[in-house]
């Protein structure tokens, strides 16, 4: 039973279009992250929500929007794709957004934007 | 600058030998100490965790933390072919709300 869980895993898509990452955790966690991961393997953290509360939104440009819609659940929503959203996204959780011990990754969702 | 630099690899070793990865910080205030294993197309796996300085062991692996220096090392004995994988190491204090990564150091232990 996988602990954190993304949709879809790969994603190709055209610039210019719209699209949406889902995530889901069964650990019971408070928080839940989403990091962008380069190419050049540098995690970068775009948001955090800890029980549906936003807690950190980095410099991410406005046309990613988080949602959380319970605790369980994060979602990322991408507007207007650009060749330089090209990543991987990783949601991730922690118990009460303590990362003192750690994360738990989901498997993550390789966006290409073309 | 960055606050957390890491060798950058690629670092390539026969199956048995003992490897060191390392990373330095800048932030005097990280207290917490992390290290992931990333195998290809995977998401990050936490290997182990420490607090302050000092040695934490896990079976053949072994994390160092000097805050003196401001450095941490990850220490692999017997290492594997099934040891292959980018090492991530983080970095958090508390009430951060988040961990800090190096760039991460790819391995890969030739049979």
């Known amino acids: 039973d996988t602990a954190v869980s993304q949709t879809p895993k790969y994603l190709v898509t055209q610039m210019g279009n719209d699209k949406s990452i889902k995530c889901e955790q069964n650990?019971?966690?408070?928080?839940m992250y989403w990091y962008k991961q380069d190419s050049k393997k540098f995690l970068k953290i775009m948001f955090s929500?800890?029980?549906?509360?936003?807690?950190i939104n980095e410099t991410v440009p406005n046309r990613f929007s988080p949602k959380s819609p319970d605790k369980a659940h994060l979602n990322l929503h991408i507007n207007s794709l650009e060749l330089g959203d090209s990543a991987v996204y990783f949601c991730?959780?922690?118990?009460?957004?303590?990362?003192?011990?750690?994360?738990?990754f989901g498997s993550g969702t390789r966006l290409t934007v073309v | 600058q960055k606050e957390v630099e890491q060798d950058p690899g690629p670092l390539s070793v026969p199956e048995g030998a003992i490897v060191s990865l390392n990373c330095t910080y800048s932030?005097?205030?990280?207290?917490?100490f992390m290290w992931y294993r990333q195998y290809s197309r995977k998401g990050p796996e936490l290997l182990m965790y420490?607090?302050?300085?000092g040695n934490k062991e896990d079976g053949r692996f072994t994390a160092q933390v000097d805050k003196s220096s401001k450095y941490i090392s990850l220490f692999i004995r017997d290492s594997q072919p099934s040891d292959s994988a980018t090492y991530l190491c983080?970095?958090?204090?508390?009430?951060?709300?988040?961990?800090?990564f190096g760039d991460g150091t790819t391995l890969t232990v030739k049979p």
């Open positions: 420490t607090y302050s300085s």
């Open positions: 929500y800890n029980n549906k509360e936003l807690i």
């Open positions: 650990l019971g966690h408070d928080t």
């Open positions: 991730a959780s922690s118990p009460s957004g303590d990362t003192n011990y750690g994360y738990t």
């Open positions: 932030n005097s205030a990280f207290q917490y």
């Open positions: 983080a970095m958090t204090h508390t009430n951060a709300g988040k961990s800090t």
